[in-house]
């Protein structure tokens, strides 16, 4: 990930104010920072002078030097538009009376800077990188005026054979180190890259790798096949922090630098290659990547940062289908532009996250060249090699994982931030990989330990699939009550008084609060008085029920000081952000929790006159909106112990291929309320609505605004507009907005 620039500030010693003591660690520093130049240049690949020269056999040239002043102010307008005699060139510089100050500019606009003093430049030119070396080495010698800051600039040409991750893994190996990390960084869309070393600040207490270009022995920029460098020869005597801007100034000249793209070692290979071929074994496979890019994709352009990734264009694989059988050729080529599937290459350069792309597969038997099969698949075209052949179900056959890196900005993925993979399992039936959801590749390797077909195991798993939210009449022995969420329903049962019992206390007992004591019925000869209960009279309670907390959820919907809800594993989980009818049916069963405040008050149903007219609405809804679709259509009600009520109804509807279950419960709070909706094939038993129904009970209002949610008035909720209850969803209409031609 490419990393912020923050210039560095480290405060670097006061020198000792006697002269001569001040000039001597000041020549020392000289020699060091001029043989660590001598290191650099060796690094970029300059040959040998003796070697040269065997190989050369023109006499080489003599080049006068060439001396120049100019203002600080005009340095680097200067060295950017000084034409050198030869391409090996340096410039040694003396600046004195030496200040800066950085000026205000727009965020898009270079940074500028006000500077004084005089910089005096000596030009030396070389016939060669070696010549140049060995000039910087004698030079290594000279002594210095300790009043004046002494720079070297210098430029050479990077040969045709001189690669920029070659040149980075030179560097990284002579000066790298975990102080100062070595990075490169690319900049002005991509014309412009440059090594630099960095070093570790603090800041306000935090940690920051800084580009500290005024003290980093590597500061290389690569512009084309040119590379320049500038490098302070002697340190301040006291803190100066803006000496920095001098080389801000100066490459700026070459290209934008604000925003800088790091680099990592992948993309500073296709900086300057254009293709790669890897080949590897176990299984043999063999990978083509290009440079992804083409001058045709909008807005990016040839130049652009984003080039620097490879395309996988091709990919082959030869596979063992089993240990001892027969082998398999799988050809991946990119699906052409002009296909059904549109690959939409241009949209990854836009907006700089990874996607899949089609390729078209082709399976062929190596042994007599039938091509088995014929079809596409979805690959990254991040990594080349996504691709695994174990054995998933354990039938003995190779079955294909594919997996799926995604990335943002550039980003390499790692494998545990990859999305979902695919899966292909081979049918030996069919002689073919079929795809397959990691649902149905659990129930293949179930099939084949049981010794049964997949649809005779499908079948044995819906049998016995275990319905974890089933309501209890009574806690199991030892259970703990605060592992279980308590309801009690409408329907009424038998209640012996005991001693000390008083209607709150029974109210606590079986709603969880006493202020429900009113919906505890008396016989009709019972004492009026409902203060005064009899030891052993009946009285009549609400049935009780008890659902089992989780004990495996994924923590599910939270906002701080507002709401929380639970998510069971399971079940697709969704938070509905939008309308609806436009939600994907394509998982087996899906949840959506709808938090959001309460529009309509602490209860809208708390009366049961009121809960009685909205079931005829409902039902009314399902006879007009779904004549001849709807089935089954039942209400539940409860009450809490936490003092609300909860709310739901269910119903089977035919879409004319299929039945669904279609499940919708509320509860509502004080400030906030939640609405949870289940969809889900039919199936023989109440997983779906046992599930729905514990989620919306699992709901909790702590006040306060949600912080998320939906309803607000721009995006209205599925069929408003067709009942007398617009807060709530109408899954009348939802259904028949989905399925109704």
Not at 1 to 10: F, G, H, I, R, V
Not at 126 to 147: H, I, K, R
Not at 520 to 528: M, Q, T
Request: with cysteine; glycine share 6%; aromatic share 12%.
């Amino acid at each position: 990930m490419a990393k912020a620039l923050y210039q560095n500030t480290e405060k670097t010693e006061k020198k000792d104010s006697n002269t001569k003591s001040r000039q001597n660690p000041q020549r020392v520093i000289c020699i060091i920072s001029i043989a660590t130049l001598s290191l650099l240049l060796a690094a970029c690949g300059a040959p040998s002078t003796e070697a040269e020269s065997a190989e050369t056999k023109e006499e080489p040239q003599e080049w006068p030097e060439e001396h120049d002043n100019c203002n600080v102010q005009e340095l680097s307008g200067y060295l950017y538009e000084h034409t050198c005699a030869s391409p090996y060139a340096s410039a040694a510089i003396t600046i004195k009376d030496y200040e800066a100050e950085l000026l205000e500019t727009e965020w898009d606009e270079p940074e500028a800077f006000r500077f004084g003093g005089e910089a005096d430049v000596t030009w030396f030119y070389y016939n060669s990188l070696a010549e140049m070396e060995t000039a910087l080495n004698e030079a290594a010698v000279q002594e210095m005026d300790g009043n004046a800051f002494h720079f070297l600039y210098y430029t050479f040409p990077m040969m045709e054979d001189d690669h920029a991750l070659d040149l980075y893994h030179i560097l990284k190996k002579r000066f790298d180190s975990q102080e100062h990390p070595l990075s490169a960084w690319s900049t002005d869309k991509g014309k412009l890259f440059y090594y630099l070393q960095e070093t570790m600040d603090e800041v306000e207490g935090y940690e920051f790798f800084c580009l500290n270009s005024r003290n980093s022995r590597v500061n290389l920029y690569v512009k084309g096949q040119t590379a320049y460098g500038l490098t302070l020869l002697n340190e301040p005597e006291e803190d100066d922090e803006t000496l920095e801007y001098v080389f801000m100034d100066l490459f700026q000249r070459y290209g934008k630098q604000r925003g800088g793209w790091g680099l990592d070692e992948e993309r500073l290979y296709w900086v300057d290659h254009d293709e790669r071929l890897t080949e590897l074994s176990d299984p043999k496979r063999s990978f083509r990547e290009v440079r992804g890019i083409d001058e045709n994709w909008e807005e990016a352009g040839d130049e652009g940062v984003q080039r620097y990734f490879g395309l996988l264009v091709e990919a082959d694989y030869e596979l063992p289908l089993t240990e001892d059988g027969r082998m398999l050729s799988l050809h991946f080529s990119l699906a052409p532009e002009d296909s059904k599937e549109d690959t939409e290459l241009r949209y990854y350069l836009l907006n700089g996250y990874c996607m899949d792309e089609p390729y078209d597969m082709t399976v062929t038997d190596m042994e007599t060249g039938e091509v088995l099969q014929e079809r596409s698949i979805s690959l990254c075209i991040e990594r080349p090699d996504t691709i695994t052949y174990p054995d998933l179900n354990g039938d003995g056959y190779a079955d294909m994982r594919v997996g799926a890196p995604v990335h943002a900005s550039g980003s390499i993925a790692e494998e545990e931030d990859y999305s979902p993979p695919a899966y292909l399992l081979w049918d030996p039936r069919a002689e073919e990989f079929v795809r397959k959801t990691e649902r149905e590749v659990a129930n293949s390797r179930q099939a084949v330990e049981n010794g049964l077909t997949e649809e005779e195991q499908e079948e044995k798993a819906k049998r016995e699939r275990k319905d974890s939210f089933a309501p209890l009449q009574e806690l199991p022995e030892g259970a703990e009550t605060e592992d279980y969420i308590k309801l009690t329903g409408d329907k009424m049962m038998e209640y012996e008084v005991q001693k000390g019992d008083s209607l709150w206390r029974i109210s606590e007992r079986f709603y969880g609060s006493g202020y429900k004591w009113t919906a505890i019925e008396r016989s009709e000869d019972a004492p009026k008085d409902p203060d005064y209960l009899l030891v052993g009279e009946t009285v009549f309670v609400p049935e009780v029920f008890y659902i089992r907390k989780d004990p495996y959820s994924r923590g599910g919907l939270r906002s701080e000081g507002s709401f929380q809800i639970e998510q069971p594993d399971g079940f697709a989980y969704y938070f509905l952000n939008g309308d609806l009818a436009y939600a994907p049916w394509e998982e087996e069963n899906q949840i959506h929790s709808l938090p959001i405040t309460n529009p309509v008050g602490q209860n809208p149903f708390h009366e049961s006159e009121d809960w009685e007219a909205f079931q005829a609405e409902a039902i009314r809804c399902s006879e007009e909106l779904c004549p001849g679709s709807v089935s089954n259509l039942t209400f539940e009600k409860y009450h809490m112990e936490d003092g609300c009520d909860l709310y739901g109804y269910f119903f089977e509807y035919d879409t004319g291929e299929e039945i669904l279950e279609y499940v919708d419960f509320f509860k509502f709070g004080k400030d906030n309320m939640a609405e949870v909706i289940g969809i889900r094939e039919q199936e023989p038993n109440t997983v779906l609505v046992n599930t729905v129904r514990y989620v919306a009970a699992s709901f909790t209002d702590y006040g306060g605004e949600p912080g998320m949610g939906w309803g607000d008035g721009v995006i209205p909720n599925v069929g408003a507009d067709q009942w007398e209850y617009p807060y709530l969803h109408n899954l009348f209409e939802a259904a028949r907005e989905q399925f109704d031609n």
